[in-house]
């Protein structure tokens, strides 16, 4: 059986004295759960399990796995894959030089030199954590599936950092909507000129990984029709005036890296490119309910409840085991998307504040 890891930041803590209320915590997620009599004594032996890192017994994967779809815990590195999975006989990264921030990674890459007023001067995320949390016992191989979630609870992490600033922005096009100008629909237009990018460059980005990962093909083409039927609905939502002024709207920096990042992961990182999927599976942003109608974020949230493993996680899977260099090429392409990705909200958001201020 797999063992399932927490994520270093999840906290778990009894809410009252007779167990029937306790805290999941983690940087991207909090709830409160309610536990009935009959559920408490293995739940109570599960949390102490968990807590004192007894991770092996049955309560405490048991506690786990019922948090499948929200990104509590990850897969271990699983040592049977070295008798049964192929392995990566040599690494190759297409450039050698040593990269020491994200941005160095643009300019490398990318061929980019214009962004350190959005991307941090240093690498800020624990890749040496993941890469150990990865490798698997008595070898210098590591497990793609368990690289890949462990990156994406650092991209979570750090998306939680922006948390107040995409609530703000919502908040801030209701309120710009209720006064029912020309504010609003300005707002709208760049929010959804942004989404309309993505979904139109959605195929194009992830077409050359077909061929250097042909298992896939069939999760981009879901991923493609996705972002096709989002990109309808949005289109459908807009009359011909709004419309116009969407097609006017600039692209912001980050996003066009990101995109170009995303291309770039499908030619030379598969681990990378599978950690780039999860991302833009449910690449909606919230403030599309204010054109889209309110249904669409409830909509989104039934979604991820329903999903069990991510199509990141699936495709992870199917990955050769990699040493390390690739390994660490991947986080640090995955640690760059993750600040652009934070950098797209914090744009948003001043653009927004910018029209508000310029109405007042």
């Known amino acids: 059986m797999v063992r399932l890891v927490p994520h270093k930041s999840c906290d778990i803590r009894w809410r009252d004295s007779d167990c029937s209320n306790f805290r999941l915590k983690l940087p991207w997620l909090e709830m409160d759960v309610e536990v009935g009599p009959e559920d408490r004594p293995w739940i109570r032996k ?20 019922r948090f499948d779809g929200h ?26 030089r040593r990269m020491d921030d994200p941005g160095s990674l643009i300019e490398i890459a990318l061929g980019c030199e214009s962004t350190e007023h959005f991307l941090p001067a240093m690498w800020m995320w624990d890749d040496e954590s993941v890469l150990s949390q990865s490798r698997i016992k008595g070898s210098d191989l590591h497990d793609p599936a368990t690289l890949v979630s462990g990156l994406t609870g650092c991209r979570l992490g750090n998306e ?22 020309a504010r609003h629909i300005e707002g709208i237009a760049v929010v959804c000129r ?9 195929k194009h980005v992830t077409k050359p990984a077909w061929r250097m990962f042909p298992e896939s093909i069939e999760t981009c083409e879901r991923l493609i029709e996705r972002h096709n039927a989002v990109s ?17 709207k600039h692209i912001l920096e980050p996003l066009t890296l990101l995109m170009r990042l995303f ?45 069990k493993v991510s199509e990141g996680e699936i495709l992870s899977s199917r990955l050769p085991l990699v040493q390390r260099p690739t390994a660490h090429f991947a986080a640090q392409i995955c640690e760059t998307a993750g600040h652009l990705a934070v950098a797209i909200d914090r744009e ?5 504040e910018t029209m508000i201020v310029g109405e007042a």
Request: net charge negative.
């Open 263 to 307: 291309s770039y992961s499908a030619h030379y990182s598969p681990v990378a490119f599978t950690w780039f999927v999860d991302m833009f599976w449910d690449y909606v942003h919230p403030s599309l309910a204010c054109v889209m109608g309110e249904g669409i974020e409830s909509e989104m949230d039934t979604r991820r409840m329903g999903v």
């Open 194 to 202: 942004q989404l309309l990018y993505v979904t139109d460059h959605i």
């Open 71 to 96: 990104h509590v815990s990850f897969a271990a590195p699983d040592p049977e894959k070295l008798d049964s999975y192929e392995r990566e006989l040599v690494y190759l990264t297409p450039f050698h």
């Open 160 to 181: 939680a950092t922006t948390r107040g600033d995409r609530e703000a922005l919502w908040q801030k096009l209701r309120m710009m909507r209720e006064r029912s100008n």
């Open 348 to 352: 948003m958001h001043r653009l927004i």
């Open 46 to 65: 599960a949390i102490e399990d968990i807590s004192t890192n007894q991770l092996e017994t049955k309560s405490a994967q048991r506690f786990l796995k």
């Open 232 to 248: 309808m609905r949005v289109i459908g939502a807009c009359d011909e005036s709004l419309l116009l002024k969407i097609q006017s």
